[in-house]
């Protein structure tokens, strides 16, 4: 069964304070893995795609990495506006549809 | 170019009332999705299509319907709403090419009484 899992739940950093949140994942066959960030109230917006292992994206203070079995996002000197839910999801090949980890609320403090 | 837009933003239904929730995209993506988002259960799929005419059972789809008889728009109706059916409520559109993202919109929140 597909499946994927993101940790931790929450993280609480200082601004400056760089971390990283882990998505693993199982899937029969992956042609996706996506990234969104999600503020409160409002839908998820899409950051990144990754492909296949090894494969890395950058967007301001966010890397995203993957490997055959996990994906890391990567906060590098966050500020208090990069507080949200960050959410991962996987598509496997053949299908239309996308499995959504319960995601992980950061908070940065200033 | 507003994207994908969701009506209404929030709404309150008793038992047994019955309600639809409206998509629409202008971006003339052929596949578009509903989900429904809980507290600590992440986005469950709820309905798919992959094109006009077309709709397909997601994750968790009972109790809901869907139509898409326009390509822009993706209508999910609640015949007889239950409490369980308490959520917010989330369309996405994709393209079928490019980079498999989904483009989601504002959300919907409805509460069953």
């Known amino acids: 069964e597909d499946q994927v899992t993101q940790s931790p739940e929450a993280l609480r950093l200082q601004e400056g304070e760089s971390s990283s949140l882990n998505c693993s994942y199982t899937?029969?066959?992956?042609?996706?893995l996506f990234w969104y960030r999600q503020d409160p109230g409002k839908g998820p917006e899409f950051l990144f795609t990754?492909?296949?292992a090894g494969e890395e994206k950058e967007k301001e203070r966010l890397k995203a990495t993957l490997t055959k079995k996990e994906s890391f996002l990567h906060i590098t000197a966050p500020k208090p506006e990069d507080s949200a839910t960050y959410l991962c999801a996987v598509q496997a090949s053949g299908t239309y549809k996308y499995i959504f980890g319960t995601g992980t609320r950061l908070k940065v403090l200033a | 170019n507003a994207g994908v837009t969701q009506t209404p933003k929030f709404r309150v239904l008793k038992t047994g009332q019955s309600m639809t929730l409206l998509c629409a995209q202008d971006?003339?993506?052929?596949?578009m999705y509903w989900y429904r988002q809980d507290p600590g259960m992440g986005l469950r799929l709820i309905h798919y299509?992959?094109?006009?005419?077309?709709?397909a059972k997601g994750e968790v789809p009972d109790g809901y319907n869907v139509s898409r008889l326009k390509k822009q728009n993706f209508l999910l109706g609640l015949e007889s709403a239950a409490p369980s059916q308490t959520s917010v409520y989330f369309c996405?559109?994709?393209?079928?090419?490019?980079?498999?993202?989904?483009?989601f919109g504002p959300g919907t929140r409805l509460t069953v009484t």
């Open positions: 996405a559109s994709r393209s079928p090419s490019g980079h498999y993202e989904q483009y």
């Open positions: 299509s992959v094109g006009e005419g077309t709709t």
């Open positions: 971006m003339n993506h052929e596949y």
């Open positions: 899937v029969s066959g992956l042609r996706g």
């Open positions: 990754l492909y296949s």
